[in-house]
């Protein structure tokens, strides 16, 4: 949102796109407030931002007020798609340091010293249009730290979750009216070694379990791609995998963390071999109904964010995953459908607002 907002022509593509999520019943976005050199770049470099980008910021926060949408913005890429922590360690090199690769990020002090410079930058952003501080803001539901922190050097998750409890209580320093979530996957780390086997074969550098323990952390993330962390692997040993990670996590976030979990990335590529839309609609349908089954059971789930969704005329943000609810009519049938239950769900459960979405 933030790239196609930094062009005034294009800008009418966010309000589409939160005209036709809002007609949906969706009520909460996320999506990047960040943007790491390179093209459209919000933080040119380090402490460096492009005004106008910053505007187009702006602009995404208005319309998402104007059409009833809560915001979960994401502060900083693992991957170099829009500069990340690639981005990150090259500043570093640039400046002199002795970078010996991206993971460098999570420990060496200059760069976390750039991270929360972008932090305090962001969350301390006066709107130039709706005259609001981005902290003090209630259109933004909650900060993500990191969009899918992974670390190379060190898979016990131990250095990722020092980083995570330096940056969470930095954040909450600054903002403490707003929920904080990491951005994780999900994956298990050496915390707890027997749960391990819920990964699809291999870690990544974080602990589900001992980062989302971090007590300034609100809420726990999950995201799931089984058709590529399984790639190869049968539509039925997928989905498999997909009921054993869900149930694993929301039992873990009820009992262990004692925190909401929201599935906060989830999709079908039709970049898939045999792909067809009825499949990605089964699939979808059959990850909304474990959602709403344990949310109306009474435990922390919190909803699903569905990967992507985009508005008519964004083509070159197509990544296989995409859906633009004016085209896709059975698609949005079934979200409408899933945030309309889930809707009256919260409504019964009379839970606070934001807590339950879809």
Request: hydrophobic share 35%; with cysteine; proline share 3%.
């Amino acid at each position: 949102m933030l790239h196609v907002a930094a062009d005034p022509t294009e800008q009418y593509k966010i309000s589409d796109l939160f005209q036709d999520a809002s007609a949906a019943g969706l009520t909460v976005c996320r999506t990047w407030a960040f943007s790491d050199g390179g093209y459209r770049a919000l933080q040119i470099s380090p402490g460096v931002y492009d005004e106008r980008v910053f505007q187009a910021l702006d602009f995404v926060i208005l319309e998402a007020r104007k059409y009833g949408i809560r915001l979960i913005l994401s502060l900083v890429n693992n991957y170099k798609d829009y500069g990340g922590r690639p981005q990150y360690a090259e500043w570093g090199r640039n400046a002199g340091l002795q970078i010996t690769s991206d993971d460098d990020f999570y420990t060496n002090p200059v760069l976390k010293g750039y991270y929360k410079h972008h932090v305090k930058r962001v969350l301390t952003r006066f709107n130039t249009v709706t005259k609001i501080a981005y902290k003090d803001d209630p259109v933004i539901m909650a900060w993500e730290l990191i969009n899918e922190p992974r670390c190379q050097t060190d898979y016990s998750g131990k250095t990722i979750q020092g980083w995570v409890q330096e940056m969470a209580a930095y954040t909450k320093s600054i903002d403490n009216k707003h929920l904080l979530e990491i951005g994780m996957e999900g994956f298990y780390g050496d915390s707890m070694p027997e749960k391990k086997q819920y990964n699809p074969g291999y870690q990544v550098g974080t602990d589900f379990i001992s980062n989302n323990l971090v007590k300034e952390i609100d809420f726990a993330t999950i995201h799931a791609y089984p058709d590529i962390w399984l790639s190869g692997q049968s539509d039925y040993a997928q989905l498999g995998f997909l009921q054993r990670w869900m149930s694993s996590h929301w039992t873990d976030s009820m009992t262990i963390l004692k925190k909401p979990l929201v599935f906060a990335e989830f999709g079908k590529s039709n970049k898939d071999q045999g792909y067809t839309l009825s499949g990605r609609n089964s699939y979808m349908n059959t990850i909304y109904n474990n959602i709403y089954n344990f949310a109306s059971s009474g435990g922390t789930m919190g909803g699903g964010l569905v990967w992507q969704i985009v508005a008519e005329g964004m083509e070159s943000y197509y990544d296989g995953y995409e859906i633009i609810l004016s085209q896709n009519p059975s698609t949005t049938r079934l979200i409408a459908g899933q945030s309309h239950k889930m809707t009256a769900l919260s409504r019964m459960l009379n839970r606070p607002n934001g807590i339950i979405t879809s």
